[in-house]
């Protein structure tokens, strides 16, 4: 594969923009990574509108970066410091280009959904990352827009060389274009898609960027250091054999993304610069929180509302315990405090998590887990060495860090064996104190007897054995019922059940 771009071939694309931008009032958004694709789709437009006459630049286009907070750091930097540079190019040359960083909402971090829900990590049969940290942030800015304006039109740098699954969903929308190079987006009324470099190579992207100088001001070349620093044989070939690496496969993203075995952008970067072996300790704590080795361990065998449900004869285990969820805030922190006091000095203000996402975690673990003893602001002095400012907290005080222990001591000496039984007294505890707190009576039986229905296993054991004989009934008065589950189970355990077995507990 080769590049087979020329300057004909780009001058052209940057008539059809200049083209298109003039055809009608409708603003344009520009989707911006700080990737490849991206830089030369923006790239391209740039030099199209910077020809038109300043009297023609009447249109808005917005530049729009997603920054899910736990973007690469060293990408995160690139994106930063990209985006400083377009707003003064543009405004020192009076063009239309207006930048924007969009974050998820704090209560759809990535943070706050591992650490603060205990929402195990994405993987192929649970991916609740990209939605939440990518998907509505774009949707709500660009929602936004089209009610301001009626229409948008996206400008993306997709390609069909990408993958043939994106070449398969680029034609089929192709099909359906309303007007030339416009394709509708198949999730939002009123937006239209343009794909300038719909049908370019990795190869033509990058002659592209090196032939034409960055608009700008910031350096392709430095881009291309970037990806070579990320492949793990240190090497960027414009002509991609096969047999030859291709920065095209080179993959920024988060560096938190399980999705993936191995992160190898991440890995490759730490390998061929010792300036950014700071990064090392990132990639040994994904690996970690990552791994499925020992994760079901980890987490509580009730879902995140208390339920049960399982499959070939075991439960399906849910959020992640207290105590994995407060040792991954602490570790999370004590690598910001080093990088912050060692780290290069580019990266001495990072943070790899937020105060805002700090204090969500905080009312998650106190008001919706009934965690009374408040471990975020003790973790953070703890780690951080400074008081944890959260004007807005209202908590109780009755109950702190000394009656948790000590409701935790008596739990563990009165009741050893009853796994769940410190969190059923520190949640009825928390609801009777919260209900006091806020005068506030009604529901409370309500509550108080879900707090209950979460928490009346003695362990694990008895939650499955629980679950075996309420599937049995289903089964034996006709209704949906897991089957693998209790094939499995009665396998396992070499049990039988009778027909109509008459089980009080099959409903509490």
Request: glycine share 6%.
């Amino acid at each position: 594969m080769s590049s087979s771009i020329t300057k004909e071939t780009i001058e052209g694309m940057m008539e059809t923009v200049r083209n298109l931008y003039l055809a009608d009032s409708i603003p344009w958004v520009i989707g911006y990574s700080g990737g490849k694709d991206s830089t030369a789709t923006l790239e391209l437009v740039w030099l199209a509108i910077k020809e038109l006459p300043e009297e023609k630049r009447l249109k808005p286009i917005h530049i729009i970066n997603t920054d899910t907070l736990v973007e690469s750091p060293v990408v995160s930097k690139w994106v930063e410091k990209s985006l400083e540079k377009m707003n003064a190019e543009a405004e020192a040359n009076h063009l239309p280009f207006v930048t924007h960083r969009l974050t998820p909402e704090v209560n759809n971090t990535f943070w706050v959904n591992l650490i603060g829900r205990g929402y195990p990590f994405p993987r192929l049969k649970y991916r609740w990352c990209t939605d939440r940290l990518k998907i509505q942030p774009v949707n709500k800015f660009i929602k936004d827009r089209i009610a301001e304006h009626g229409e948008i039109i996206l400008v993306l740098g997709t390609r069909k060389a990408e993958s043939s699954r994106r070449a398969r969903t680029m034609a089929f929308y192709e099909k359906k274009r309303v007007r030339e190079l416009l394709s509708p987006n198949p999730t939002l009324e009123n937006e239209l898609v343009f794909s300038p470099l719909e049908d370019w190579t990795d190869d033509d992207v990058w002659v592209f960027l090196m032939q034409y100088k960055n608009p700008w001001g910031y350096s392709n070349m430095d881009l291309l250091t970037l990806y070579r620093g990320a492949t793990a044989d240190n090497e960027c070939p414009l002509q991609a054999e096969k047999n030859l690496p291709s920065c095209g496969k080179s993959r920024f993203g988060c560096w938190v993304c399980t999705m993936v075995e191995k992160d190898k952008s991440m890995e490759a970067m730490i390998a061929n610069d010792d300036e950014k072996a700071w990064m090392t300790p990132l990639l040994n704590f994904r690996n970690e929180f990552g791994s499925e080795d020992g994760d079901r361990d980890r987490r509580s065998f009730r879902r995140m509302n208390g339920s049960l449900q399982g499959s070939y004869g075991q439960l399906y285990h849910g959020p992640y315990k207290k105590e994995v969820r407060e040792k991954w805030l602490r570790e999370l922190l004590t690598m910001q405090r080093n990088i912050q006091e060692q780290g290069p000095e580019d990266f001495r203000n990072l943070e790899l998590i937020t105060i805002p996402e700090l204090r969500a975690i905080r009312r998650i673990w106190v008001n919706e887990k009934h965690e009374f003893d408040d471990a975020v602001p003790r973790i953070y002095k703890e780690v951080i060495g400074k008081e944890f400012v959260d004007p807005e907290w209202i908590g109780s005080e009755s109950f702190g860090k000394e009656e948790w222990d000590i409701l935790m001591d008596t739990c563990h000496e009165l009741y050893g064996d009853e796994e769940l039984m410190p969190e059923l007294m520190a949640s009825l505890i928390n609801v009777e104190v919260e209900a006091n707190r806020m005068a506030e009576r009604k529901g409370i039986l309500e509550k108080l007897d879900s707090c209950v229905r979460k928490t009346f296993y003695k362990n694990e054991d008895d939650a499955t054995e629980f679950y075996s004989k309420r599937v049995n009934r289903q089964k034996d008065f006709g209704g949906k019922y897991d089957e693998k589950f209790l094939e499995e189970y009665v396998r396992e355990h070499e049990v039988s059940y009778a027909a109509g077995t008459d089980d009080e507990d099959v409903d509490a």
